[in-house]
């Protein structure tokens, strides 16, 4: 019923990088998503202020990057647990004065189950107890080798209250993106993920998408989960309407007629007959695996 998955190498073309931030509690993830959204959104952008839609874009020395705006690693686990696998980079964020604590290493084994590559922001540097040589001295100790120390992590010191290094931490994103060789076929069906999705009293659910593959158009048929629906309407992370998104843009649709669940996968089809067969094969999956897993 699903579109070929395989798109020929000559279609493929390059997209931007999806980024998680991860780390311990209180070591500054949030802190960190703000000060990047904050120094990076362009002139012209609706008064510099981006909507909360669950991940946001920015523009570092030309280059989009594509950020999930949920800190933590439960969003980041949920969704891989249901097959969605949406990060290409995760920023491990480890506080100077802190060091690596137990959520570190959850977040360390985490990403590196799905084979994301980590980048280390060694933040809170503007603190007088920072001190960053423990940091990258414990990351050894869980075969993250920084770069500095023939390694191959790169560790970035920054200050997510001063803003000190956030910009050098964007160039760093761009470098492992470049050597990553992300690419994507833009020219196809839309496929992605659902990051998040809410009831709207007015506009009915409402569902962010990270499309990964393909363009989603508005009026386009789709199914997210069990869901089913058109794209009714279409926003970007600055709360625009848009008419399509291409390959790692995170938008906000509506028209779907149930709420999805985060990490829900996310397809466009030929159209509403197909879009409802397939929500049914779905559902029946998903009581197959409660079932066994009742069983077990
Ligand atoms: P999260 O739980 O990882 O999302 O951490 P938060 O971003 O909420 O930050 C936790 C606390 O650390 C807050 O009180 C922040 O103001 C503070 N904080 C975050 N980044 C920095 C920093 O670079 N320097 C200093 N001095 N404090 C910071």
Redesign the pocket.
Known sequence: LFEQDEDPEESLQERPPVVVVM??????????L?AIRKSHVTAGEAGGITQHIGAYQVVADGKVITFLDT?GHEAFTSMRARGANLTDIAVL?V?ADDGIMPQTVESINHAKAAGVSIIVAI?????PTANPDRVMEQLTQYELVPEQWGGDVICVP?????GAGIHDLLENINLVAEVKELKANPDRRAKGAVIEARLDKGQGPVATILVQKGTLHKGDCVIAGTAVGRVRTMKNDKGQFIEEAGPSTPVEITGLTEVPSAGDLFDAVADEKLARELADKRAAEEKERQFSSYQK
Do not use: F
């Open positions: 780390g311990h509690v209180d070591h500054g993830k949030t802190s960190i703000d800190p964020v506080a933040n809170k540097m503007d603190k920054v200050s997510a209250l001063t």
